[in-house]
């Protein structure tokens, strides 16, 4: 991002939507053959790897971003390797990127000035579980799944679900969320603590080492400022998450709608009147059809949302019977019931292949996803909106969102070798973007700025705020 100084992760100037291999600056051969040596004192020769095929691996996410790779690969093993690494680097002046899992979708992990990757999956130890506090750390390697398999019989889970496998650490550098977010909040709520290498190889720990309050009230929240800023200010190497106990009963549902108008219409009611609803998410039209082909599924092709319900049986009962009520009131349609573990999980397991299933639309393509974020009460517009901007410009883009928190997606179908399809598709996200501006919210509510929304960032939070964050980056060593 543009917006950062050459501290911690070098960047260059606004990339064309679509680049091969960008043609962006290197750091110099000279300096990264000097500290391979330095390297592998610290990592060992198999921490090392300037192989093409792993640096190709770790120069690219699931994005349409295919940017250059870095020069080198290390695989640290611990807080202390991190730190020994990052000193080699500060002192030569090398990028340092993190690598989590490499699921992101704006390109956040490109080498863009070459340097050197920092893939944390060797450290995928979960650290230290307290039961009776409701918390736990893990080390960068550790995913959501790998997580909530290691608590699967302590009762507890940890709800944050962005669809991804995705690394617990990564997901807090990019503020995750995904669709349990409108009951658990996302990844800014859920992180207690984090310990973070910063660019000079210090290492901080933004709530005190070894602490976990569920709240506080101590100084800056140092924690916030460091959940979601995309490897820009540091590398988390742990991360103390909140957990959850396991609700006694779940069940999900799916509902079809008329229209576009009706289905979100619903959804902010059922919000407004205080359901406690888990999940609440909205497939339109076209992307209910592609789940149904790329899933073997027969859902009626109109807008449709998923929805599901955590609680006791009583409770849920209360709220399955307002949530009806509202969708009749709409034009709904019966609810069609998933109760049992594998029938729910074949339902969300649809919603989290829409990635997939869109691609699956036009075969040989590639898809960019997208996504804004509106207050909720603005949500009907912006998708009907972006509902006749997608078919003006005849431009493949089935939306799914996670409406009840006014964030939702567009799954867009492109072909790369077709320059007036990719200027189409450009023109088009910038006008989401900027819709959702003109509707006081975000240009991004999960995904992260990333490569393609650095001058929209300007945009949605003006320049002294920029100033403010340069000067945060600016920042030598300790933060205080």
């Known amino acids: 991002m543009t917006l950062f100084r050459q501290t911690l992760r070098f960047t260059s100037p606004r990339l064309p939507f679509i680049c091969g291999r960008c043609r962006?600056?290197?750091?110099?051969?000279?300096?990264?053959?000097?500290?391979?040596?330095?390297?592998?004192?610290v990592s060992g020769d198999e921490g090392v790897s300037v192989g093409s095929a792993v640096r190709e691996q770790h120069g690219r996410d699931e994005s349409v971003h295919r940017c250059r790779p870095p020069d080198v690969v290390v695989f640290p093993r611990s807080v202390e390797e991190v730190s020994a690494l990052a000193k080699i680097c500060h002192h030569h002046q090398l990028p340092m990127i993190p690598f989590g899992t490499g699921t992101g979708l704006e390109g956040g992990v490109g080498a863009l000035k070459g340097g050197v990757c920092f893939s944390l999956r060797r450290m995928d130890q979960v650290l230290d579980l307290h039961q009776e506090d409701f918390d736990v750390t893990v080390e960068p390697g550790v995913t959501r799944k790998g997580l909530n398999s290691y608590l699967r019989d302590t009762g507890l889970w940890f709800p944050v679900d962005p669809g991804a496998d995705a690394s617990l650490c990564g997901m807090a550098a990019t503020s995750a969320s995904g669709t349990n977010a409108v009951r658990y909040g996302t990844m800014r709520e859920?992180?207690?603590?984090?310990?973070?290498?910063?660019?000079?190889?210090?290492?901080?720990?933004?709530?005190g080492k070894g602490r976990r309050p569920r709240k506080t009230s101590a100084s800056y929240n140092l924690t916030n400022l460091f959940v979601g800023s995309e490897g820009t200010l540091g590398i988390?190497?742990?991360?103390?998450?909140?957990?959850?106990?396991?609700?006694?009963?779940?069940?999900?549902?799916?509902?079809?709608?008329?229209?576009?108008?009706?289905?979100?219409?619903?959804?902010?009611q059922i919000l407004q009147a205080g359901v406690a609803i888990a999940r609440?998410?909205?497939?339109?039209?076209?992307?209910?059809?592609?789940?149904?082909?790329?899933?073997?599924?027969?859902?009626?092709?109109?807008?449709?949302?998923?929805?599901e319900f955590h609680g006791s049986s009583k409770s849920m009962q209360e709220q399955v019977s307002i949530t009806e009520e509202i969708t009749r009131d709409n034009g709904g349609s019966d609810f069609a019931w998933a109760e049992d573990e594998e029938t729910r999980g074949r339902l969300w397991k649809a919603r989290h292949d829409a990635w997939y299933a869109a691609l699956a639309l036009r075969p040989g393509c590639k898809a960019y996803s997208t996504d804004v974020c509106v207050p909720i009460s603005r949500l009907p517009q912006i998708i009907v909106e972006t509902k006749e901007d997608l078919i003006r410009n005849n431009i493949t883009g089935p939306i799914a969102g996670h409406v009840g928190d006014g964030n939702f997606h567009c799954l867009i179908v492109l072909d790369p070798n077709d320059p007036d399809e990719v200027q189409r598709v450009h023109s088009f996200t910038e006008r989401l973007a900027r819709r959702a501006l003109a509707m006081d919210g975000t240009c991004t509510g999960e995904h992260g700025i990333g490569l393609e929304k650095r001058a929209l960032l300007r945009e949605e939070v003006g320049p002294l705020a920029i100033e403010v964050m340069l000067g945060l980056k600016a920042t030598p060593g300790k933060v205080l």
């Not at 290197?26 to 004192?41: L, P, T």
């Not at 603590?193 to 660019?199: P, R």
């Not at 959850?244 to 979100?264: K, L």
């Open 190 to 207: 859920n992180v207690l603590n984090l310990e973070v290498v910063l660019a000079d190889g210090t290492v901080l720990h933004t709530a």
């Open 24 to 41: 962006t600056y290197s750091a110099q051969a000279g300096a990264v053959e000097r500290v391979i040596s330095a390297f592998r004192s």
């Open 236 to 268: 988390i190497t742990k991360v103390t998450l909140r957990l959850y106990g396991i609700p006694e009963s779940m069940v999900s549902a799916v509902c079809s709608f008329p229209s576009v108008q009706s289905a979100v219409d619903s959804t902010v």
């Open 280 to 307: 609440i998410e909205f497939l339109d039209d076209v992307m209910i059809n592609a789940c149904n082909r790329f899933n073997n599924l027969s859902y009626e092709v109109t807008p449709t949302p998923f929805l």
